[in-house]
Structures are given as structure tokens and as C-alpha cells.
């Protein structure tokens, strides 16, 4: 038995189990098998995935963030916001302004003085063959797909992991657990896809439903409200700054005017820390 000191987090409901990387040894833990374990919401921990903080050769700080299927996954703009918190309020990194290095690359974190975190999320990338999707065009904006039980137009957008946003209508009667699973895998997307549901309030104001691959329905999804908000300028439904009604939560998302750049506003939480004892197969 192995006993693996842990830290519950969230971000608008977007929850992980956190390893700080920095007082624990990971380098004889088969992660890729530990996150099936120790997200799983009846024999684990129980989140949305696990997240390793860590040491970096090139920031302050570097994130790895695994889906509860245990795929390794390219950023979480919840789980990154929850390590810039914890690293700042821990004393792991001093200064309020800081870069965290994921698989997508650096993420630039700013505490701001009401204790909210603004992430840089970077650069959205909307050629098909880079997000990817499978589709012989420059740019994909409201694409028609239909699936058992939904039809619907996606933009494509990705924010380092792929995005399917949907532009759409009572977005609360969805049955997402029978539509996601055949969008994520859909042939239009060779390393399967997010789904966003976007409901416009106004052209400041929305509300989010998301499917995550690997992960199922999420209460929040950083990179996918981040994905939303492109989608919305590249069809002229949003504004550059817009506050999204999660299922855990609000987030404030901008943009700028060439629509090159996201950021992304919100509060981190810290729910427990504790010991997992896990029985390595």
C-alpha cells in the first residue's frame, strides 16, 4: 500500500485531486493507472481527473492534468487556475504575477487583489488541421452535424485541446450523457472533442453546458468557456468580454479586438487535504 498525501480542489465546480509534486515523490507512480483510481466519485477521492504540480525547467511552476479515463490531457483552464492559487497561497511561487508550464505551453497567472485569478489562456487556434477536425476548409464556423437525438452547427475552436461549440436553444433539456459520448467520438474528429452548449442571454451574458472527453459532463470547463467566447466573436453572437453561467460557478471571459488572445477570471477553492492509501496493481 502506498500512501499518497493529496489536495482537493475546484474551480467553478470543476474539481481534481492535486498531488504537490514539490514534497512528494511521484517517480514511481504509474500515473497514467493511479488517476482511474483516485478520481473515481465511489472508491477514490473522487474528481474530475488528477493533477500533478510540480517542479519546472522552464517557469515557476509545471502542471500535468490526466482525465479520469486516464488519458493525459494538454491544460485545464480550471485545474491551472486552482494550481496558481494553491502555488501563490502556499508560498510555492512569491510574486502575484507567474507562468505555468502545461503540455499546451506557458500559462501566465496574475492574483489579482480581490483574490480572484486571471489566466492567459493563450493563443485560440481555429485551423482545422491544427484544432483537429476533419474537414477540408480554412476556418470551420457553424458546421451542420447530426447525431441521435441532436442536430446542431459547431465552431471549431481549439485552446490546445479541441472544441466543438454549439450555439443553441434550452440548453438544460440536453441529455448530454447520450449526445456527448457520440460527438466526442465522432469521425469529424480525430482526437475526439470537447462539447460546449452555448445559450445566449445576451451578447455579455450566456449559459454553458460542456461534455469533456475522457471526463463526461463537467460543472465547469476553463478551456471550453475560453473556446466559447471565440466562437461567439468569430460568428458575431458575443461581445469581447462576457460572464458565463456555469453549473458550478460564474467566469468573466475577454477577448481582444483582432480575437487572438483569451482571458479568463474566477476563484479557486481549496476543499480538503488528506492521505489516499492506494493499492498499486
Known amino acids: 500500500m502506498i500512501e499518497i498525501p493529496f489536495i482537493k480542489m475546484h474551480g467553478t465546480g470543476n474539481d481534481y485531486v492535486y498531488i504537490n509534486a514539490f514534497e512528494y ?36 511552476v509545471r502542471m500535468r492534468m490526466f482525465n479520469p479515463d486516464g488519458s493525459e490531457s494538454e491544460m485545464c483552464g480550471n485545474a491551472v487556475r486552482c494550481v496558481g492559487g494553491y502555488c501563490h497561497n502556499h508560498g510555492i511561487v512569491k510574486r502575484r504575477e507567474f507562468n505555468v508550464e502545461t503540455m499546451k505551453g506557458c500559462i501566465g497567472i496574475k492574483i489579482l487583489d480581490d483574490g480572484m485569478i486571471r489566466v492567459d489562456m493563450g493563443t485560440p487556434i ?53 449526445i456527448g459520448p457520440q ?11 470537447n462539447s460546449e452548449f452555448i445559450e445566449i442571454i445576451s451578447p455579455k451574458e450566456v449559459n454553458f453546458r460542456v461534455w469533456e472527453r475522457g471526463a463526461g459532463e463537467t460543472w465547469s470547463c476553463g478551456t471550453g468557456a475560453s473556446a466559447s467566447i471565440i466562437a461567439g466573436n468569430l460568428t458575431n453572437r458575443l461581445g469581447k468580454k462576457v460572464l458565463f453561467h456555469l453549473k458550478g460557478g460564474d467566469l468573466i471571459l475577454e477577448t481582444n479586438e483582432k480575437i487572438d488572445r483569451v482571458w479568463k477570471t474566477g476563484h479557486y477553492n481549496e476543499v480538503a487535504t488528506g492521505t489516499y492509501y492506494y493499492n498499486e496493481t
Open 25 to 60: 515523490d511521484i517517480s514511481d507512480l504509474k500515473l497514467e493507472e493511479l488517476v482511474k483510481h483516485i478520481s473515481h466519485r465511489h472508491f477514490g477521492v473522487g474528481g474530475d481527473g488528477l493533477v500533478i504540480i510540480m517542479p519546472s525547467k522552464l517557469h515557476e
Open 183 to 193: 460527438l466526442e467520438h465522432h469521425e469529424l474528429f480525430p482526437n475526439r472533442v
Open 126 to 178: 481555429t485551423n482545422p488541421r491544427e484544432i483537429p477536425v476533419d474537414l477540408d476548409k480554412e476556418i470551420v464556423t457553424d458546421y451542420p452535424i447530426s447525431v441521435d437525438g441532436f442536430e446542431g452547427k459547431f465552431t471549431a475552436v481549439s485552446m490546445g485541446n479541441p472544441h466543438a461549440v454549439f450555439f443553441t436553444r434550452n440548453i438544460d433539456s440536453l441529455d448530454l450523457e447520450k
